[in-house]
């Protein structure tokens, strides 16, 4: 059995484009008089394609994403999905009708009245779900970490691109750095080329990834499964365990088969804005490093204290636990200013135009880039650079040395055991491509 179901037809227009296109046809031709007021919208009605109505898969977050639908003529929440199913009566009761709930979020994928995917399952579903809903036509809300590994993202960003898809990643700290006068003005030094490696920055981003908080426990017991809940379909791609409360339901961040501990879980929003900042959404470090325990459990997500990620023009970031071993010796060399280049090289940068302004911070702006068409800000190619700082963290603290590595191919050099990290093979029947 494949995951993969192909449209078709790929260009095929969408609900909301095609309830767009009928109705400035009917109006064209003197036909308001037999299209319904509903459709047209105006006069305190809400038009079916302005409305952007949504599917919530993974109803743990998910369940502050599910909107009730309040006005029967514009619904917002359609479905809902999860493998527990005393959480998908819960979403049920809070969106009220037409919502309807699922076990397989497949089945949700083959509903044409579905503008956008909610993606608030563990990690490890993440790629799967949105490359089916791309495919599928649908336009995706994930929430961070992008993807549980590297290759995942670049499937993702393929797919997206392919299928002319708007993609958002749940983050919140890209959007207060691009409002930001010192940060447009860093990004442009960044982006620039002209400051010297001696005066790359050295930033430390210290105490923030709950590392304690989301270690996973290595002593547990199988314990019976509760009837509400299908392991078999929350393990998904995983390698088949047996059950134990703690591998779900939030504390499942413990666990290198759902996820990368507490540094995958709060990673995506602190290093989007820095990402940002640094003019580095294009590429990857080449050198990476990680002071830990060794050798690192197999299963359970543990202790680190910090990792060292240099980039090719010298610019390094240094994540710090602050709950295991001692901090990392190197002195913090912060944002550069205008004062570490010449007058001329100032003059320079000075004169490069600002960005675009960004669009998508959050699930309404969100809505509004499905209705513009327009990419968001934290869009499948940035987020899959910024999750990627992620996984070559996690693969530097569970091999246990030093590493290099390719940000073109996206492939670690010279190490086999690091690649196999990269790209983790999927229980089947679920794979990549």
């Given at each position: 059995m494949l995951f993969v179901k192909m449209q078709n037809n790929p260009n095929q227009p969408t609900r909301r484009e095609f309830i767009r296109k009928t109705a400035t046809a009917a109006s064209?031709?003197?036909?308001?008089?037999?299209?319904?007021?509903?459709?047209?919208?105006?006069?305190?009605?809400?038009?079916?394609?302005?409305?952007?109505?949504?599917?919530?898969?993974?109803?743990g977050r998910g369940h502050g994403f599910t909107i009730p639908n309040k006005d029967e003529n514009a619904p917002v929440t359609l479905a809902v999905c999860d493998v527990d199913s005393?959480?998908?009566?819960?979403?049920?009761?809070?969106?009220?009708?037409?919502?309807?709930?699922?076990?397989?979020?497949?089945?949700?994928?083959?509903?044409?009245d579905i503008d956008t995917i909610f993606v608030m399952t563990p990690p490890h579903w993440h790629a799967l779900v949105c490359l089916y809903a791309a495919q599928s036509g649908k336009?995706?809300?994930?929430?961070?970490?992008?993807?549980?590994?590297?290759?995942?993202?670049?499937?993702?960003?393929?797919?997206?691109?392919?299928?002319?898809?708007?993609?958002?990643?749940?983050?919140f700290g890209r959007y207060g750095a691009s409002r930001s006068a010192g940060s447009k003005l860093t990004r442009k030094i960044m982006g620039s080329g002209l400051l010297s490696k001696e005066k790359a920055p050295v930033i430390k981003i210290r105490d923030s990834f709950k590392v304690k908080m989301w270690s996973g426990l290595i002593d547990w017991q199988p314990q019976p499964i509760p009837k509400e809940l299908d392991w078999d379909m929350y393990l998904g791609p995983a390698p088949y365990k047996p059950y134990h409360r703690h591998r779900t339901h939030m504390s499942f961040r413990g666990y290198w088969d759902f996820d990368g501990g507490g540094l995958a879980d709060m990673g995506q929003h602190f290093l989007d804005g820095v990402q940002w900042t640094l003019n580095k959404d294009h590429t990857s470090p080449v050198e990476v490093?990680?002071?830990?325990?060794f050798p690192a459990h197999p299963d359970a997500c543990g202790m680190w204290g910090w990792v060292e990620m240099k980039y090719e023009d010298g610019t390094t970031l240094i994540f710090e636990s602050g709950e295991w071993g001692e901090r990392h010796p190197a002195e913090e060399r912060g944002y550069p200013s205008l004062n570490d280049l010449s007058p001329e090289h100032q003059k320079l940068v000075q004169?490069?135009?600002?960005?675009?302004?960004?669009?998508?911070?959050?699930?309404?702006?969100?809505?509004?880039?499905?209705?513009?068409?327009?990419?968001?800000?934290?869009?499948?190619?940035?987020?899959?650079?910024?999750?990627?700082l992620l996984h070559l963290a996690n693969i530097a603290i569970r091999t246990g040395r030093k590493l290099r590595y390719d940000p073109a191919k996206q492939q670690f050099i010279g190490d086999e055991e690091a690649n196999r990290l990269v790209n983790v093979p999927m229980r089947a029947p679920w794979h990549l491509a």
């Open positions: 064209g031709i003197g036909l308001f008089h037999i299209v319904p007021r509903r459709v047209l919208g105006g006069d305190g009605h809400t038009a079916p394609s302005d409305t952007v109505t949504r599917a919530v898969i993974g109803l005393k959480r998908v009566e819960s979403a049920l009761a809070k969106a009220g009708k037409p919502c309807k709930g699922y076990r397989d979020f497949r089945e949700v994928m083959d509903r044409n336009d995706l809300y994930c929430e961070k970490p992008m993807t549980r590994f590297i290759a995942e993202g670049q499937y993702v960003a393929d797919s997206v691109r392919r299928y002319g898809r708007i993609f958002q990643i749940g983050t490093q990680a002071h830990a325990p004169a490069i135009p600002d960005d675009e302004p960004m669009i998508g911070n959050g699930q309404w702006e969100f809505e509004q880039a499905v209705k513009e068409r327009r990419q968001c800000g934290g869009n499948a190619d940035v987020s899959n650079r910024c999750a990627a």
